[in-house]
């Protein structure tokens, strides 16, 4: 009786919990709305050391967030150049390599502050809880998110493989290491 | 009350029908029981096959479904009580809306009628067990595992949010990220898995094992509803097999059934669903059919007027049940012709209805009738259902339907049939048979309270819709903006849902105190006319005691004055039943049914398993497919019975 | 007893039922005050139909009521004992197979009716048809009025539809992502819009006002919030109304309009919608050009006025949930001088 009144209150805290998975947050405060997410390009710093913490994706793991990314991702014309993650223009997403770094920031901040070489900075043009939306869906393109979350086939043409059938991608940074690797 | 005045060949203890004097009666039993019983304790319960337990777990595990499907109504009630209300965001209430229908579709409202069916059939038409046991077990299993998958789905947030119809695109992958919807078109899956074994349950134990002597002509009418809806059963599902497996495979590996830029159609859905979700409104409705010519036959002691109309008449609502889907697309891009097509059909059907009410007034009229709680169910049906039945014609009209299609004037329409036409009848039957299972009388008095709220409640629920819905309020909305003055009807709705929930608590009170504390039944409390009324309350693991022989429609009534005659001479010491002829029940063979066995658990669990594991990998349906190919390897094994009575065995015994 | 307590609740219901009927017989989004001529149709069709079926409810309740009335005389016997058992089953036979044939005769009746409607709705009547293209989309309405003589001029717009009175109306319409269904009660029946394919439906108003339509078919969140509004308006106010749309935004000519319009070719508002005469001509969101001539904002949800519009860009998950529009972070003089550039687009 008492095992099972505890696999019962056990059952009621995960319910209460809920299942990140399948949230829907309509109103967002993003904590890492202000996030300071430029990627450290060189390994010299002024004073003691001091290596950045990376700020979480909330929408990691999010599959309403990943699926509400993929719309913005076509609204916001990435395709143009991205072409719809198999790369053109721009580089390819859906490879293993990230040049500059395939954590949530480095994408957050590679949206929000451009890179050279043609890709714009959206800052002030798409609300920061929208770019961590897209951050989320760019990731899926690479396989770095769950398989159960990733977007599964569009309603349209069908031009690549969905989201969903892609295989664990394996990121390698070729420019700079992510900040949590450095000594 | 009336029922209390019992009639005086019903109290003679010597001449009740049923009870007979063969000298080795106790001896019998004695043996019958011991080859019957199937213990208590848990193992004893998971490992069941007898009808009776699975069908009572059924029935019970569906009036869970019921009030939980009811406490969802309720919050959208809560919800929708005034306008701009904020109690729930629109996430929560399109999962609860949906929730809603399809609890009270799929894990309510078929399972129980159903369930009835394979706890009175067999008892009804005389015989130990249904057709196939441990198949009946399964059926059970696969059911609770899906209506449990879909309430831990819901708990986790992972409730179904694109209506109990799922139209895609809107339920498509596109448009329902995440795992919702794949929860859902799996909880199908486990639910036409049970209810297409239901079916073939009661078909083939209706067939084949009625008592000697009840030729088709002579089968009460509830048990030709039950076999009316088998085969609707058989012939609706596989279409929502078809279509929620099109609709899994869409999202899960990428097919493109109903993606328009590559060839699939968005309507397509639509045709398959409603081919099997129209039928469905008759699935659920027909059985109630038979349970109210149950209770208007009990409780006004005449045979149903017009057998051979009513049968018909079932019949013929059967077949135009599929000739009627079409009319939940009125306003797709449909040629005009074609859709009057189904407006014929639609309206045509109303007719069979009608015909069985006449009928049904027709027996009152000629009877004197007792108002137990049950036949004031069965009256209620008729003041509600016609409302439900008239408004049915009235959307059956094109023009009509484009503006009250999807929007509260339907909403009402259908309560009104399900409910009215539907629940009453279930509460009715409830209250009829409920001495039969436990042993223990209703008490009538919380019965009146738990009938008349009912009635009240519903009213005040529903009859408002019809404005609501003509007043331009469509459906499924989570709120409405203030202007639209649809603020006090909707606050007297919700008002009226309180009073139905009181109802139901009432109810479960009734319930509750009557297991304690009823009053005993004995076995025909009510000295209604056929067979599940000549063994005892509650009846025995083996039902009869001896396979009774019918020479009429009414047994025990024909019995009344004599003896109803059995047949003796069936092996007691193994689950042995009689098979006989479809038309006329003439004796044909000997039949030995299974007995107690985990394999339906280790069944359900495996393929119920492959199931849920394939709405997160491919993989799930190869690793269930090959353990539930060794369990069914292990099902199938051929066994010969020790004390098998076949010439193979006979000349091995020889030889011994 | 109990029978006269049915009787007494069957009268309530009818009592319910006029009254109901009444109430629901005004309104500005309501099936039963029709303003154009199908929608009178399907109205008076309504009428005959409630009527006809309030009639057979009562006959047959009364022919319950009096079988129970009848019964509750007779001895508590089984059918068996009953001597006088043959005599009525001739007279039930009789009222039975009377009662069956009579509800074959009106449901002929009712198809007849019915199909003489549809029919007669499904004709397009009276002057050239003006033609609209509407798309629906999660959750607004897009709202073209082509001009196939020269693109230039086509109109867009969102979430209000201006009609002439009297001139009938023809609509083309799809989807652009799931299906929702256009309705406008006081005027006509539903369709609905789905992907890949497309329908078309037609209605003439007939008696000038403003009538509320709504999205009918459960299309995902906001399904509750995505009306829009039928005008319906004399010939010459409806010519000088299309007139006007077609011409592109005015240039704001006071400074903080013009500063207003900076920060919507800056701020993200110009990645999703359009106002032409601009740099802005994203599709994503509702035309803006002439966004301050609509009566409402967020698709029929709140009325058209500074203070809503203000709330609705800062903050329109509060007011939608769901909805895609995001909101956003400006500061009170950059919201002011957009306040104030959106007031400008006539």
Not at chain 2, 254 to 278: R, S, V
Not at chain 2, 354 to 359: A, D, K, L, S
Request: net charge neutral; charged share 15%; with cysteine.
């Amino acid at each position: 009786m008492t095992a099972y009144r505890l696999a019962l209150a056990a059952l009621a805290a995960t319910a209460l919990l809920g299942c990140k998975r399948e949230e829907r947050r309509f109103r967002e405060m993003p904590p890492a709305a202000t996030a300071s997410n430029a990627v450290i390009v060189s390994e010299l710093q002024p004073g003691p050391a001091f290596v950045e913490a990376g700020t979480r994706n909330p929408y990691e793991d999010n599959a309403y967030a990943v699926s509400e990314g993929k719309t913005l991702f076509n609204q916001m014309n990435c395709s143009g150049c991205h072409s719809h993650g198999g790369g053109g223009i721009g580089p390819p997403l859906t490879d293993n390599e990230w040049i500059y770094g395939s954590d949530p920031q480095n994408i957050f901040a590679t949206i929000t502050e451009g890179r050279p070489g043609g890709m714009p900075a959206f800052r002030g043009r798409i609300p920061n809880y929208q770019v961590w939306q897209l951050v989320a869906y760019v990731r899926s393109l690479g396989g770095l998110q769950g398989k159960a979350i990733r977007s599964s086939r569009d309603d349209h043409m069908m031009y690549k493989e969905s989201e969903q059938a892609r295989d664990k991608g394996h990121p390698e940074a070729t420019f700079v290491p992510p900040p949590s690797e450095k000594p | 009350m009336a029922h209390a005045q019992a009639l005086p060949a019903f109290n003679d203890p010597d001449r009740r029908p049923g009870t007979l004097t063969i000298p080795e009666e106790d001896e019998t039993r004695a043996r019958l029981s011991s080859s019957w019983d199937e213990g208590s304790g848990l193992w004893a319960w998971l490992t069941s096959t007898n009808h009776k337990s699975i069908a009572k777990r059924y029935i019970v595990t569906a009036i869970i479904f019921f009030i939980l499907g009811g406490l969802e109504a309720g919050m959208m009630r809560a919800q929708l009580s005034r306008p701009e209300n904020r109690f729930i965001g629109p996430d929560l209430y399109n999962q609860i809306f949906t929730m809603h229908g399809s609890t009270m579709m799929f894990l309510f409202a078929v399972p129980v009628m159903e369930a009835i069916g394979l706890y009175l059939v067999p008892i009804m038409i005389g015989t130990r067990n249904v057709a196939f046991p441990r198949l009946n077990a399964l059926g059970y299993w696969m059911y609770l595992f899906g209506g449990v998958l879909l309430y831990v789905a819901f708990f986790y947030n992972t409730g179904p949010d694109a209506g109990w119809f799922a139209y895609v695109p809107l339920s498509g992958p596109q448009y329902s990220p995440g795992k919702r919807m794949d929860v859902w078109a799996q909880m199908i899956t486990f639910t036409e898995i049970a209810a297409l074994i239901g079916a073939v349950e009661i078909v083939t134990t209706i067939f084949k094992q009625r008592a000697p002597g009840m030729s088709l002509n002579r089968m009460p009418l509830f048990v030709w509803a039950q076999l009316i809806t088998a085969f609707m059963i058989i012939f609706a599902l596989p279409s929502i097999v078809v279509s929620s497996t099109m609709l899994a495979m869409d999202r899960l590996v990428d097919t493109h059934f109903f993606n328009p830029a590559e060839g699939g159609d968005a309507l397509l859905w639509q045709h398959l669903f409603w081919f099997f979700g129209h039928p469905e409104v008759y699935i659920i409705f027909i059985p109630a059919l038979g349970m109210l010519s149950s209770i208007i036959e009990a409780f006004t002691r005449r045979p149903i007027f017009g057998y051979p109309a009513m049968v018909l008449s079932l019949i013929t609502t059967a077949f135009l049940g599929f000739g009627l889907w079409v009319h939940h697309m009125f306003a797709t891009p449909l040629p005009l012709l074609g859709q009057s097509f189904f407006t014929a059909a639609s309206t045509a059907i109303a007719l069979p209805s009608g015909v069985q009410i006449f009928c049904w007034i027709a027996t009152i009229w000629s009877g004197r009738p007792r108002y137990t709680t049950s036949f004031l169910f069965a009256i209620g049906f008729f003041f509600l259902f016609i409302i439900g039945g008239l408004t049915g014609v009235m959307v059956a009209s094109i023009p009509f339907d484009l503006q009250a299609h999807d929007t509260y004037f339907v909403v009402s329409h259908f309560h009104y049939v399900l409910i009215g036409g539907a629940v009453f009848p279930l509460f009715g039957a409830i209250y009829l048979w409920f001495p039969k299972v436990t042993g223990r009388l209703l008490s009538e008095r919380l019965g009146k309270w738990n009938f008349w709220l009912f009635f009240i409640g519903m009213n005040v629920t529903f009859f408002p819709m019809h404005i609501l819905g003509l007043m331009g309020m469509p459906r499924r909305v989570y709120t409405y903006l203030p202007e639209m003055g649809w603020g006090g009807l909707n606050l007297l709705v919700s008002m009226g849902a309180v009073i139905i929930v009181s109802s139901v608590a009432v109810f479960l009170a009734n319930v509750w105190v009557s297991l304690r504390a009823g009053v005993p039944a004995g076995d025909n409390p009510w000295e209604a006319a056929t067979l599940e009324w000549a063994t005892t309350s509650p009846p025995p693991s083996y039902g009869h005691l001896f396979i009774p022989v019918v020479e009429g429609r009414d047994p025990l009534w024909d019995a009344r004055n004599g003896e109803l005659a059995v047949v003796t001479g069936l092996r007691t010491d193994r689950h042995e039943g009689l098979l006989t002829s479809i038309m006329d029940a003439e004796p044909e063979h000997r039949y030995e049914f299974k007995g107690p066995t985990i394999l339906p658990l280790l069944l359900a669990i495996f393929g119920g398993g492959a199931i849920i594991l394939a709405i997160f990998t491919p993989w799930g349906v190869t690793v269930g497919s090959i353990m539930s190919a060794i369990v069914l390897t292990c099902w199938f094994w051929p066994t010969i019975s020790p004390d098998h009575d076949t010439p193979r065995h006979r000349r091995r015994e020889r030889i011994a | 007893m109990i029978a006269g307590g049915l009787r007494r609740s069957a009268a309530r219901g009818g009592g319910i039922l006029l009254a109901g009927l009444f109430i629901a017989c005004s309104g500005f989004q309501s099936a039963l005050d029709p303003k154009g001529t199908k929608a009178a149709t399907i109205s008076q069709l309504t009428l005959f139909l409630v009527i006809t079926a309030a009639v057979v409810y009562v006959v047959v309740i009364a022919g319950l009521l009096f079988a129970m009335r009848r019964a509750s005389t007779r001895p508590l016997a089984f059918a068996h004992d009953d001597i006088e058992e043959p005599d009525r089953e001739r007279t039930r036979i009789r009222w039975v197979a009377s009662a069956a044939a009579a509800s074959a005769l009106i449901l002929l009746l009712f198809m007849f009716v019915d199909v003489s409607a549809a029919r007669s709705l499904s004709q397009v009547g009276g002057l050239r048809p003006l033609r609209i293209d509407v798309v629906g989309h999660q959750w607004w309405w897009e709202v073209k009025y082509p001009d196939l003589g020269n693109p230039h001029n086509t109109v867009e717009t969102a979430n209000e539809i201006h009609v002439p009175v009297g001139r009938p109306v023809f609509i083309k319409m799809t989807s652009d992502d799931v299906i929702h269904s256009f309705w406008a009660p006081n005027l006509d029946g539903k369709k609905d819009l789905i992907p890949g394919h497309e329908t078309r439906t037609w209605f003439r108003a007939d008696t000038a006002g403003v009538y509320r339509g709504q999205c009918a078919e459960f299309c995902g969140h906001q399904h509750a919030k995505m009306a829009f509004f039928i005008v319906a308006e004399p010939r010459a106010k409806f010519e000088s109304w299309l007139t006007s749309q077609q011409s592109p935004a005015s240039t704001p000519t006071d400074s903080l309009a013009q500063a207003g319009e900076r920060v919507f070719l800056s701020a993200s508002c110009a990645m999703c919608h359009s106002i032409s005469g601009t740099g802005a001509g994203s599709k994503y969101g509702p035309d803006l050009t002439h966004l301050a001539s609509r009566r409402t904002i967020a698709s029929g949800t709140l009325p058209n006025n500074v203070g809503n519009l203000a709330g609705w860009i800062l903050d329109p998950q509060s007011i939608k949930p769901g909805a895609k529009m995001p909101p956003n972070q400006l500061d009170p003089a950059a919201l002011q001088a957009l306040l104030a550039y959106l007031g400008t687009l006539k």
